[in-house]
């Protein structure tokens, strides 16, 4: 039986700013490869082909890679995206439909793969009114509510946006009005009216990706995953420099400098051409290319982005986009002193994190001069010059008398 993927890349990709500039969310690299490029690796096992759905602004990222790709104009929903992938490749028996942020979910594709007819994945939740939330009966999905009241819930079992379903599907779907966000939904309980819906039940839910500190979780999953250390024969290892595997694997990449006394501390990636400084501790954290870890520097947990700069600073908790240049003696505060759950404002709403630790997020291109700090929680636009001796707090936007 044939099979095609559609993966959904399109939308804006608004609340994970500051980190959407000129590009979807699944688009940021993480150990040397975007999460759309996992996420296409991982699914191309299982298929014959794969459609990604994109907006026009992403269409010239995809020069020379080996998919095809999809326009989806305007992000009205779900459903009209499927629909953009479905009308690129119509000639298949069934499709999986996965988001692209969905680079580290195997062991979900492989379940749903296994088991034939219309699959969808799904998952207990103690928000059921945040979701769309399925109906079962005699082991079959029988309804899907989307986002139900308090006390209307048909279950306690959300849907995951990782399906298996038939070509008939696809064209049921195309009858339909999909400018509503829960259309797809919608025809999905429509369609188990007519026809068996399966569905595998996964007991952790796939990792979110609503907000940019969120790719603090990816880093952490792609750095656990790492099979075993390796040292690239080109990189260039001082010999006092410290690498510690014994808690985590260490991988160098191509071209990669770790100077004197440096430590790295697994898990953790250095990317191609990437500089360790000397006297510089880099631990659990992901190192892309290029990037510089100057001298007498800590980077903790965090993801620092291609050709961004550093010295004689400590980020914890961080997210640091591509291109940005930090001046000396910068801190990332990672910590309330309370020891509270950080709080971010994006986008004039106050939104709960559920971390205690979250130092900033740094978008594209940004240049901050010296002796500047951050507090926990603190996002920082695009393309901003920020002068020395700033103390930054909240969202900024852009600047005003920094």
Known sequence: MSKAAIVLAAGESSRTWPLNYHKHKSMVKIGGKTLLERTIQNVSRYVDDVVVVVSPRDTSLFKGNDVRIAIQPIPKSTADAVIRGYDVAPDYDEYVILNAYHAFSEDILKQIMNIEGNVLSITPTQNPSRYGIVEIKNKEIKKIVEKPKKGEEPSNLRVIGIYKLAKDFLEFLKTKDVDEGDALEKTLSEYAN????????????????????????????????????????????????????????????????????????????????????????????????????????????????????????????????????????????????????VYVELQGNIIKTERTSLGCVIGKGTVIGVQSSTMPGTLIAPNLKIKPHSMLKGSIYEIHNL
């Not at 500190?213 to 260039?236: C, G, H, P, R, T």
């Not at 160098?252 to 990317?271: S, T």
């Not at 400590?314 to 640091?320: F, K």
């Open 194 to 341: 007519f026809s068996q819906l399966r569905y595998v039940k996964i007991g952790e839910p796939p990792l979110s990706l609503k907000y940019s500190w969120q790719y603090l979780d990816f880093v952490k999953v792609f750095l656990n995953n790492l099979e075993k250390s390796f040292v690239d024969s080109s990189a260039v290892i001082a010999k006092t420099a410290v690498i510690d595997d014994s808690e985590g694997k260490v991988v160098i990449e191509k071209d990669a400098k770790v100077m004197d006394y440096a430590v790295i501390k697994g898990p953790a990636y250095i990317g191609k051409g990437a500089i360790i400084g000397t006297h510089t501790l880099v631990r659990m954290s992901s190192v892309e290319s290029n990037a510089i870890i100057g001298a007498h520097s800590e980077v903790v947990r965090s993801l620092i982005g291609s050709d961004t700069h550093l010295h004689r600073s400590y980020v914890g908790d961080s997210v640091i986009d591509d291109d940005v240049k930090i001046g000396a003696g910068f801190v990332a505060a990672n910590r309330l002193l309370s020891r509270k759950e």
